[in-house]
């Protein structure tokens, strides 16, 4: 089952992959990923997922807390964290192969429901455990619905929705069912997390993130450094300099343009900030980064 599965994210990454090895499928919050070198460190701040890696080794670092993830595991992240994370073993006769899918609280909370699933205690938002069997299975059918495309609208919903049961129903369901519940801790500091995605770039007030939480600015920032690791500015500086990162790497823009255009007033700034996160300066560091590229 799982060689079978392997063979047909490998055979969709190979044929529909993006330079960076992403290749986003037309079912939608379902990703393959290819990698046929070890890579640099990637850096982001995730969203909710699952992913399950079937071929090759991948380490992932959230705060003091690392993860070695290879074929047969699955890496569980429940809330929106900042993580580096760097394939270490991938070749072109075996490369790095995963299939990663967003998890959805609407359809956890639905599912929590109908299974009588009551709240878990708050744990670890990353966690690494062996895949279920019927998670694979689950995987394996949603692969083969993409080969027939007059089918994925019709039956998307429900393989995505089946996916989910058996993530609940297995050893990571712990793990995700609190994102189901949208008034605990980790649902509440998500209403504030998709406010700083879409407007990170804009000046934003603790006191305004709060009360789209439903918190008092005290209890909030308490709440929120206890789900995602950082304060709220420190997670709306590393959204701006993620993105900058990105947009120097993808579209070639000048360091100077990034930084304005991520909501910096101060290059200077910017470099100081950018320099702690990645280790160098942007030029220096998007130079070797392209260069990691070039060599994978």
Request: aromatic letters at 6%.
């Amino acid at each position: 089952m799982t060689d079978t599965l392997l063979k047909a994210v490998c055979r969709y990454a190979e044929a529909n992959a993006d330079p960076a090895g992403v290749a986003r499928t037309p079912i939608p919050g379902l990703t393959a990923i290819r990698a046929t070198a070890p890579s640099g460190l990637d850096y982001a701040i995730s969203r909710p997922l699952a992913c399950l890696v079937l071929q090759g080794t991948k380490h992932v670092t959230m705060g003091n807390r690392a993860f070695t993830f290879r074929a047969g595991d699955s890496l569980l992240i429940t809330a929106d964290v900042p993580t580096v994370s760097q394939v270490k073993r991938a070749s072109i006769a075996s490369p790095y192969c995963s299939l990663v899918l967003d998890l959805d609280p609407a359809v956890i909370a639905d599912l929590a429901v109908e299974m009588k699933a009551a709240p878990a205690a708050d744990g670890a938002p990353v966690r690494c455990e062996p895949t279920d069997a019927e998670v694979t299975d689950a995987a394996l059918r949603l692969m083969r619905l993409i080969e027939r495309p007059a089918s994925v609208p019709v039956l998307r919903a429900q393989l995505v929705r089946e996916m989910h049961y058996w993530l609940l129903a297995g050893r990571h369901g712990e793990a995700i069912r609190r994102l189901g519940w949208p008034d605990g801790r980790i649902g509440r500091v998500a209403r504030a997390v998709a406010v700083l995605r879409a407007k990170f770039a804009q000046p934003l007030r603790v006191e305004q993130l709060a009360a789209v939480s439903g918190m008092s600015p005290s209890s909030f920032h308490q709440h929120f450094r206890a789900v995602t690791s950082l304060s709220p500015l420190q997670f709306q500086k590393q959204l701006r300099l993620i993105e900058a990162r990105r947009l120097m790497l993808s579209e070639g823009m000048a360091a100077t343009s990034a930084a304005f255009a991520v909501g910096y007033e101060s290059v200077s700034q910017f470099t100081r900030e950018y320099g702690r996160l990645f280790g160098l300066p942007p030029g220096r560091e998007t130079k070797a980064a392209r260069g990691n590229v070039e060599a994978a």
